[in-house]
T-cell receptor
Framework: DTGVSQNPRHKITKRGQNVTFRCDPI?????LYWYRQTLGQGPEFLTY????????KSRLLSDRFSAERPKGSFSTLEIQRTEQGDSAMYLC??????????FGPGTRLTVT | TQLLEQSPQFLSIQEGENLTVYCNSS?????LQWYRQEPGEGPVLLVT?????EVKKLKRLTFQFGDARKDSSLHITAAQPGDTGLYLC??????????FGRGSSLIVHP
């Protein structure tokens, strides 16, 4: 399978814990995006990488969120000191061009 | 800020019916994508439209980009239960970050 993969698919954590998600993009895609989606909403942009450079970050993203893409391959999204409001589906997408995006299956986070 | 409004928000129809969902904005987009998302999964790209007035067909799905590149529509002919899902439109303007609408949730009953 050469699509975008995300791990884990589901994560349940207690409030205050740190969590880390991983995204493996399609190998030849140099652009990678992270989104958050809650029920009844479209994907909300979090951050964008071109190769290993993080070029844009949403102003809505608090300092508890950090993302990396070492060597321009896989990416990780870390949430520190999780809050109940962080419960959502976290989606990763990769893109060969500036507009077409290929999404992974997402990581469903539940903060109790 | 570029906003995309999708309508209707919810649609429940019987198998065999036709339907159209809309994606509207006051902003001009250089391209617009349509995605379908099933519960618990990521969105799947259906089509990209680039040229004003462009019409693309994907089996029973017909996509149209408005002449002014501010709006788009998706028409499904003879809907089937397998068409059930959340239909999202996303527009790209001047940056690398596309803007997503909230989606139109479609349920097709057998």
């Amino acid at each position: 399978d050469t699509g975008v993969s995300q791990n884990p698919r589901h994560k349940i954590t207690k409030r205050g814990q740190n969590v880390t998600f991983r995204c493996d993009p399609i190998s030849e895609h140099n652009r990678l995006y992270w989104y958050r989606q809650t029920l009844g909403q479209g994907p909300e942009f979090l951050t964008y990488f071109q190769n290993e450079a993080q070029l844009e970050k949403s102003r809505l993203l608090s300092d508890r969120f950090s993302a990396e893409r070492p060597k321009g391959s896989f990416s990780t999204l870390e949430i520190q000191r999780t809050e109940q409001g962080d419960s959502a589906m976290y989606l990763c997408a990769s893109s060969p061009l500036a507009y077409e995006q290929y999404f992974g299956p997402g990581t469903r986070l539940t903060v109790t | 800020t570029q906003l995309l409004e999708q309508s209707p928000q919810f649609l429940s129809i019987q198998e065999g019916e036709n339907l159209t969902v809309y994606c509207n904005s006051s902003s001009v987009f250089s391209s617009l994508q349509w995605y379908r998302q099933e519960p618990g999964e990521g969105p799947v790209l259906l089509v990209t439209v680039v040229t004003g007035g462009e019409v693309k067909k994907l089996k029973r799905l017909t996509f149209q980009f408005g002449d002014a590149r501010k709006d788009s529509s998706l028409h499904i002919t003879a809907a089937q239960p397998g068409d059930t899902g959340l239909y999202l439109c996303a527009g790209k303007g001047g940056s690398y970050i596309p803007t997503f609408g909230r989606g139109s949730s479609l349920i097709v009953h057998p």
